[in-house]
Nanobody
Framework: QVQLVESGGGLVQAGGSLRLSCKAS????????MAWFRQAPGKKREFAAY????????YYTDSLKDRFTISRDKAYNTVYLQVNSLKPEDTAIYYC????????????????WGQGTQVTVAS
């Protein structure tokens, strides 16, 4: 049974940093694109970043690319999101998602999702 479990969220002061983790289980994920989305209270879920199969390439939302870094471990079953210089508007639930072979920035392109980890940035 495929599961994605996020961790690493919490309360941080503006300007601080967090490293979010997503642990995937249930199958081998070396051929899957892994992505991070986020959803702020009262707003639609938005794309943040993805990393392709075998960590071959990365892509970021333009507004986040200078502060966010996505990576995955050598076993390909854990993906990370390093978030720096956090702002209050970064407050959101951060979700991990996965899809096989293909990549994209739309929610409906991803077939597997975690339950999310809460990031709260205090001003």
């Amino acid at each position: 049974q495929v599961q994605l479990v996020e961790s690493g969220g919490g309360l941080v002061q503006a300007g601080g940093s967090l490293r979010l983790s997503c642990k995937a289980s249930g199958r081998t994920f070396s051929l899957y694109t892994m992505a991070w989305f986020r959803q702020a209270p009262g707003k639609k879920r938005e794309f943040a970043a993805y990393i392709t199969l075998n960590g071959g390439s990365t892509y970021y939302t333009d507004s986040l690319k200078d502060r966010f870094t996505i990576s995955r471990d050598k076993a390909y079953n854990t993906v990370y999101l390093q978030v720096n210089s956090l702002k209050p508007e970064d407050t959101a639930i951060y979700y991990c998602a996965a899809r096989k072979l293909r990549y994209g920035t739309r929610q409906d392109e991803y077939e597997y999702w975690g339950q999310g980890t809460q990031v709260t940035v205090a001003s």
